[in-house]
């Protein structure tokens, strides 16, 4: 009789040779082990793992790393695949460590199988297979006003005070200063404690009458949400009484999840004190927290919600679950939350690729350096197979970096909202108008308008990816596998045949541009014919980008 595991092996090899005929590719010998190792292949370069390495991607016969997944998506998303450019890939279902030493890589798993092989010979045909094997779409893409309008989070202005007339007046002024409506994000504060879904009597008086307004005013509304519970607080009580919060190791002794387990609840640090934890292996819990945001949207006309924390660290101080889970299983479950909800937002996450999640890069620091990182990670998430994707937020989303307004520069916040542009969605939060001239303001406000132009082409490159699984911001080497573009961290493609090239570098005024073959139109009016090399010239107001032209 053939064991649970041969079965899954003989799976794995049928599903393997299937998906090479279905992209036309003869299957390669495949590894199947808890581990994997390789030397790198002449200029071979990888990517994937953690979308936070992307502006140390690609990792070539230079790169010296060691990385463990294993309760770790360092902020941002994660996945247990690597592609290379040669179309070799590794894959495994469960979180895996990876090491890149003296032109080596080497690849394990606790728990799982390491399945690699080559499907094709770049990025592109290595890409194409994994996500259709792998994590392939499920044909679905969030609210398209994600894509079609800015968005605009309240925390940078608003911070620990979210308030119904500062909010109402946050809102206002976007309209009042020539900004497009687009989706309104309340964080952290505005509910009465974390797990108790409800809007802060003291801050807010008519938290309805509040969303109808916003609604009015052309705004879809969202807000944030976690997965941690107040200690001592009536929800905690109950939660902890009906076995639905994750407990402490009682030292290998078995569980009786019928009995009030609140002495043994696990208590949590995180960013923002000590909480319980919901345990969403319970099914009992994920029906209290699908109600608890229902409620929110049945009630009071909330559009979808902002999902924070969920990250893999909180999970792995040997806690006890109803049912077994690693601690990236725990970040899965949370990330299946959102599905729910077609206005949602993730910051964390763990093989929820091919969903309908937004995924955003994590919050980043005000500063250049940081700014650089914004291409290679948005590249990253969309060959993990994370296509619906916002850079952070525009000037930087680490809400300490603006404590002090002297220390703001404008014109990162101006090139920032350059970025932003044409990817796939862009996010304000620090007011443009509060903190920057009127000239550099007005800036700002023709890149979401040109955002807004661009939305119809985004919407259906999200809709192309809900079936196909390609990233809608691309590197120039997917577009064009055969070239040598593979380390150009300052460009990106929005489809096929749109190329940015904005400005990473404060104070310049001229930037080199690589054009790959084809006849390019700039927004200019320029006309170049590549593959060609330009120096351009890039005054402040000016986001350079090239539409290719149909022969």
Known sequence: MLNKRRINLILILFSSLIGHLLIGQKPTKANKDNSFSTNLLPNEMWWGGLSSNGYKMPYDKTTNLTIDLWANNDENQSQPLLISSKGRYVWCEDPIMYAFTNGKLTVSSRTGIIQSGKAGDNLKTAYQFVSNKYFPSNGHIPDPKMFTLPQYNTWIELMYDQREDKILQYAQSILDKGYPPGVLMIDDTWQENYGIWEFSPNRFKDPKGMVKKLHKMGFKVMLWICPFISADSENFRYLAKNGMLLLRNQAGKPVNWDENTQSKVAIIPWWNGYSGLLDLTNPKTQKWFNDRLDHLVNDYGVDGFKLDAGDGQFYKDNLVSKNPATPNDHTMLFGKVGLKYDLNEYRASFKMAGTQLVQRLRDKNHSWGELNELIPGIIAQGLMGYAYTCPDMIGGGQWTSFLDSTKLDQELVVRSAQIHALMPM??????????????????????????????????????????????????????????????????????????????????????????????????????????????????????????????
Not at 497 to 507: F, N, R, T, W, Y
Not at 524 to 551: A, F, H, M, N
Request: glycine share 6%; net charge positive.
């Open 426 to 551: 862009m996010q304000f939060s620090v007011a443009p108008w509060r903190i920057l001239t009127k000239e550099q303001d007005e800036i700002c406000k023709k890149m979401a308008i040109l955002h807004e132009s661009f939305g119809e082409k985004i919407v259906e490159l999200a809709r192309q990816s809900s079936k196909s699984g390609e990233p809608i911001a691309r590197s120039m080497l997917y577009n064009y596998p055969n070239s040598s573009y593979e380390k150009i961290k300052d460009e990106f493609m929005l489809g096929s045949d749109i190329l940015v090239a904005p400005v990473l570098q404060k104070g310049a005024r001229n930037r080199t541009v690589v054009f790959p073959k084809g006849n390019w139109l700039g927004e200019d009016g320029s006309k170049v014919v590549g593959p060609s090399t330009q120096t351009i010239q890039v005054p402040l107001e000016r986001l350079p980008y090239y539409t290719l032209q149909k022969d």
